[in-house]
């Protein structure tokens, strides 16, 4: 089983910003076309999807985070989350998640290798 890793997680004021790294462990260029995304979940809830982006770059994002998220990637290896204006709703621990296949999408049964999860937390 491969395993991405995340990084970045912290704990913020309300306000402030984080970026979230992810690196895989094998270069999903071998199989492009691929899907990059995160996850987050919140305790006692489900895992939603936050952003997605594809080999060729489409971005999806969920209405929640639009305008204050951005879901980039450097390579094949490494995708970040740039994450703006944070509020306590978004507090939760994320997950990055890789899988082949083209198209942004944010259902979590599209991806095959996750993320142990970092964890955000932002204070009012």
């Known amino acids: 089983q491969v395993q991405p890793a995340e990084s970045g997680g912290d704990s913020v004021r309300a306000g402030g910003s984080l970026r979230l790294s992810c690196t895989a462990t094998?270069?999903?260029?071998?199989?492009?076309?691929?899907?990059m995304a995160w996850f987050r979940q919140f305790p006692g809830k489900e895992r939603e999807g936050v952003a997605a982006?594809?080999?060729?770059?489409?971005t999806n994002y969920a209405d929640s985070v639009k305008g204050r998220f951005i879901i980039s990637k450097d390579s094949a290896l490494n995708f970040y989350l740039e994450m703006n204006s944070l509020k306590p709703e978004d507090s939760g621990v994320y997950y990055c998640?890789?899988?082949?296949?083209?198209?942004?999408?944010?259902?979590?049964?599209?991806?095959?290798?996750w993320g142990q999860g970092t964890k955000v937390s932002v204070s009012s």
């Open positions: 998640a890789l899988g082949g296949g083209t198209g942004s999408i944010l259902v979590d049964n599209w991806y095959t290798d």
């Open positions: 094998r270069s999903w260029e071998i199989i492009a076309p691929y899907r």
């Open positions: 982006i594809d080999s060729n770059g489409f």
